[in-house]
């Protein structure tokens, strides 16, 4: 069986929500990569501790995402997928996320704020006089 790897799950980050928010069989295997050391906490203590909290977090990425076109036609469950893959960055006023050139490697949905999107343009200096100008000087 081939095994793709599919994502990198660094310090910090949690997985197994979504399986017991949604009561269903796990989407994916997880393997160590390195020696971990992990905390778990079961199923009934995470419904009665954070179900709730995110259950409420996970509606409100489906909403978010559904408002997108690309999305808007996706079932819950297969956006409670894809949310599971998406990273949320924070950038702070004139950051540059990418520049014109740069190979395609992420799509960006933009959570909140507002992004300008600029393009190199090469500008003629040399302004040329009104044509009937041009003629009557002929």
């Known amino acids: 069986i081939f095994m793709r790897k599919v994502a990198i799950l660094e310090e ?10 949604n009561d269903k069989p796990r989407a994916a295997t997880i ?15 995470f419904k009665d501790i954070l179900g709730q909290a995110e259950a409420k977090k996970l509606n409100e990425q489906i909403d978010f995402f ?14 409670s997928k894809i949310i599971y893959y998406f990273k949320f960055i924070t950038h702070r006023r004139g950051d540059r996320i ?17 992004f300008k999107l ?3 343009t090469d500008i003629d200096y040399n302004f040329s006089r009104n044509p009937a100008q041009e003629a009557n000087d002929a």
Request: proline residues 2%.
């Open 12 to 21: 910090g980050k949690a997985f197994g929500e979504l399986a017991l928010l």
């Open 118 to 120: 600029v393009k190199d």
């Open 66 to 79: 559904r408002k997108h076109p690309i999305f808007s036609g996706w079932t819950r469950t297969l956006l």
């Open 98 to 114: 990418f520049k014109d050139g740069d190979e395609a490697k992420f799509i960006y949905l933009i959570h909140k704020g507002e």
């Open 31 to 45: 393997v160590a990569e390195q020696l971990c050391r992990l905390g778990s906490l079961d199923k009934a203590s």
